[in-house]
């Protein structure tokens, strides 16, 4: 009987390190922080939009694929800068990273970026443990380019909004991340109109995760 127990909790335990080993983590990173408003928009600031589309992401792909676990990068009241939310996301070993930014507009726009400092689309190192941050991106240059191509927001829900093919820039709040990146940058009258992108953004994610 001891025996059998010792087989049996040594199988649960498997069965547990199997699927931890396996869950895949998104982290998201939403403009401003406790000292950080953002920019400005009709009824609030970019801080507060951004947030809560991030926990809007959040509890839709939760709640349709319990096994992805999507992780913030910062608690409302904390202080986030970029090197944190780096550090952050490369202690968890994330599979993706999305930075979130949200600017006034009178029309719904959707901009993705993806850090590029012209060396992206050549470099295939994953070796690259050291080195600084301004390069941590080439770590995983190609995946980034191959879900990047295919954009955040899947064909068929694009025509909701204005969106504009992915741009590769030497963005800021994309510096120091191992895991493939983007940024996405929303033009948003008011701060509820960014919870409008939430299920489309959150298949894009679904879909991009899936061609990893």
């Not at 920019?39 to 709640?63: N, P, S, Y």
């Not at 240059?141 to 694009?158: E, H, S, V, W």
């Amino acid at each position: 009987m001891g025996q059998f127990c010792k087989i049996c909790t040594y199988c649960v335990c498997a069965i547990l390190f199997s699927a931890q080993a396996e869950q895949i983590t998104v982290m998201l990173s939403p403009a401003g922080d406790t000292t950080h408003t953002g920019r400005t928009l009709a009824d609030g600031f970019e801080r507060t939009a951004a947030r809560d589309l991030a926990e809007k992401i959040k509890a839709e792909i939760e709640l349709r694929e319990p096994d992805i676990s999507i992780v913030i990068t910062h608690e409302t009241g904390q202080t986030a800068d970029q090197k944190s939310r780096a550090n952050f996301a490369n202690r968890l070993n994330v599979d993706l990273y999305i930075s979130i930014g949200c600017f006034s507009s009178d029309r719904l726009i959707i901009d993705t970026f993806y850090r590029s400092t012209n060396t992206l689309q050549t470099s295939g190192d994953n070796n690259l443990s050291f080195c600084p941050a301004s390069q941590a991106h080439l770590k995983h240059a190609q995946k980034t380019l191959k879900f990047i191509k295919k954009g955040l927001i899947p064909g068929n829900l694009r025509s909701r909004f204005i969106y504009h093919e992915p741009l590769g820039l030497p963005l800021q709040t994309l510096t120091g991340t191992n895991a493939p990146a983007c940024a996405i940058e929303l033009g948003i009258g008011k701060i509820s109109d960014a919870l409008i992108f939430a299920p489309a953004l959150a298949q894009g994610i679904l879909e991009a995760l899936h061609e990893f």
